[in-house]
């Protein structure tokens, strides 16, 4: 493997590079600054000329301005570059990479599109998952949709982009059938996410978090659930929605109506129960028309559980120069402050 030194630095490089684009605005603060003290001797000539000026506040005070222009580009530069982390002198180590796998089974039926949550039952689910995932460590995530039908949108994996992406299009039409069969949707996970387990394994390390309203249309999913806590799998219940009811929507907004009467959702929170309390250490939470951070949800209840192995990954740490900018730079700060300060006081005639 090549090295490119620098300095005597071995691969430097900035871990936030984007911050070297601040630099862009030193030449601004210079002029704005320079101009700044232009006009205010401009302003002072009027009163005298450079000879009498000199006399009466010495030529050291006449240097102040220019100084105080110095510190304050040299403040800045060095504090981008600071922010920028300048790095240099890997180390690569070889780690375990261990975690969690997390399936996120998320209704997307028509009922989903209820307003009693803002701005609609499927799109707080969405958000909810995305403050998730970004807690995350090295856990695995899958994604399967379903209504009538379901659909695995993302298998199991670390790549955050790309089930970003599948969440994000998530919508009714990601299912062909219309309804809501939880239980068909828990049998996907083990058929098709699960799949690597043969009959003797135990997947104390794998959680399902089902996202719905809870009204299923006889898919037997406590007894879905029961098949997954035999194989060690716990099931998280999340139930959204309004238990009194709410009107079902299209994706254009309007009330979807059966026989000319409007078809009303609500909440089924016995269903979630059971299914939560079929798997080991199940939980049911009932958010309701609420709202629940899942970010924390995730510490609670995924991060302190039993991890699993993945395999073994390669990790380069470099070493931090950040402290040789960040130093300097609040130097000058503290200098250019203390010039402004002399600045400002008035010299006694002589």
Not at 166 to 176: G, K, R, T, Y
Not at 196 to 211: P, V
Not at 244 to 269: M, S
Request: charged letters at 25%.
């Amino acid at each position: 493997m090549n090295h490119t030194t620098l300095f005597g630095l071995v691969d430097p490089r900035f871990a936030d590079p984007n911050w070297i684009h601040a630099l862009w605005i030193v030449p601004l603060v210079a002029l704005l600054l320079a101009l700044s003290f232009w006009f205010r001797r401009r302003g002072a000539d009027r009163f005298a000329d450079d000879a009498r000026r000199s006399s009466l506040v010495g030529r050291k005070r006449l240097l102040t301005p220019w100084l105080r222009v110095t510190c304050a580009v040299l403040s800045i530069t060095l504090g981008a570059i600071a922010l920028a982390r300048p790095q240099a002198n890997p180390e690569s180590r070889e780690t375990e990479t261990k975690g969690r796998d997390i399936v996120f089974v998320l209704d997307v039926s028509r009922s989903m599109l209820a307003r009693d949550v803002a701005p609609n039952r499927l799109d707080r689910a969405k958000l909810w998952i995305r403050d998730l995932v970004n807690e995350l460590r090295q856990d695995r995530v899958a994604l399967v949709a379903f209504a009538g039908s379901s659909s695995v949108e993302s298998p199991l994996t670390t790549d955050r982009l790309f089930f970003d992406l599948a969440l994000e299009e998530l919508s009714p039409n990601s299912v062909d059938v219309g309804g809501t069969n939880i239980g068909d949707a828990i049998r996907r996970c083990m058929d098709l996410v699960f799949y690597d387990l043969d009959d003797e394994t135990t997947a104390a390390h794998r959680d399902i978090i089902l996202i719905t309203d809870g009204e299923d249309q006889e898919s037997l999913p406590v007894d879905a659930a029961r098949a997954a806590a035999e194989r060690g799998i716990r099931i998280i219940t999340i139930g959204i929605g309004s238990e009194t009811g709410d009107v079902v929507r299209d994706e254009r907004n309007e009330p979807v109506t059966q026989r000319g009467t409007p078809v009303r959702t609500r909440l089924d929170t016995s269903t979630l129960t059971q299914i939560a309390g079929a798997t080991p250490g199940g939980v049911f939470l009932n958010v309701g028309t609420g709202d629940i951070d899942l970010a924390q949800v995730y510490q609670d209840l995924i991060a302190s559980a039993a991890q699993t192995e993945f395999g073994k990954a390669s990790i380069t740490t470099y070493e931090e120069f950040y402290i040789y900018a960040l130093a300097p730079a609040l130097a000058f700060a503290l200098l250019e402050f203390a010039l402004g300060s002399l600045g400002l006081r008035k010299d006694p005639r002589p």
